[in-house]
């Protein structure tokens, strides 16, 4: 008689089930790292760019309203700049998306290889620029990495895995507090997204805290560098 293999299969537990998704595969392990790298590159840009945010453009839009107004310490062009780069790369993103025939995880994985492009642009300047970055400058690199964010904010979009938009944390929470009858995993996955910004935040504030604004961009870029990896190996493997 053939052995029975459906009773004895041990459970693949909360942590096996975000590395091995059964819908999503690895897509939420990369969606995680890049919400971490999402708190480090608005760390940076909060800090040195000028109170600017290149991936929340909720908290943008009301920076740009402040500077509008005359408030100190508000860069009316460096929010612009991000405003305007990552509308450039949504587009762009949006395109990528509706013209690409990639699977889901692929589309990640080439997304990300352009963030890493663009961060490591940004962090060129940032270096050659040195530590006091005028209003102009600034407005250049929060422009980049806003671009680089608008390519993935597209591409994650699309992907749509629920909870993880990897930039935008409000509806996140509000499934915290208002679902009660959903299983362990999804709640442990929103505590980490939770967790992963506020941790890369407080990562690229420190570093930026005791460096400059090319310090907190290394750590985004060491971070990307590693999704992308993972991001690799996992297609490799799918490959037939």
Not at 143 to 172: E, F, Q
Not at 221 to 235: G, K, R, Y
């Amino acid at each position: 008689m053939p052995a029975d293999t459906t009773s004895d299969s041990p459970s693949p537990g909360i942590v096996g089930s975000l590395v091995a998704d059964p819908k999503h595969g690895v897509l939420p392990v990369l969606l995680l790292l890049l919400t971490v790298v999402t708190g480090v590159v608005d760390a940076v840009s909060l800090l040195t760019l000028g109170h600017v945010f290149v991936a929340n453009m909720t908290g943008n839009i009301v920076f740009i309203s402040f500077a509008l107004v005359g408030t100190p310490g508000f860069s009316l062009a460096a929010s612009l700049s991000a405003l305007a780069g990552f509308l450039i790369g949504a587009i762009a993103g949006g395109r990528f998306v509706r013209h690409s025939r990639l699977d889901r995880l692929r589309l990640v994985r080439d997304s990300v290889l352009v963030e890493i492009v663009l961060v490591a642009i940004s962090l060129v300047i940032s270096i050659v620029l040195g530590p006091q970055l005028t209003d102009g400058p600034a407005a250049v690199i929060a422009g980049v990495l806003a671009v680089a964010l608008g390519v993935r904010n597209a591409v994650v979009r699309k992907v749509a895995v629920p909870d993880l938009t990897t930039t935008v944390l409000t509806m996140t929470l509000t499934g915290l507090g208002a679902d009660h009858d959903v299983s362990s995993t999804v709640w442990v996955k929103r505590i980490l997204a939770v967790v992963g910004m506020g941790c890369g935040a407080a990562a690229g504030a420190l570093i930026v805290r005791h460096g400059h604004a090319w310090a907190g961009l290394t750590l985004a870029l060491v971070l990307l560098v590693i999704t992308e990896a993972v991001a690799i190996s996992a297609a490799r493997r799918l490959q037939p």
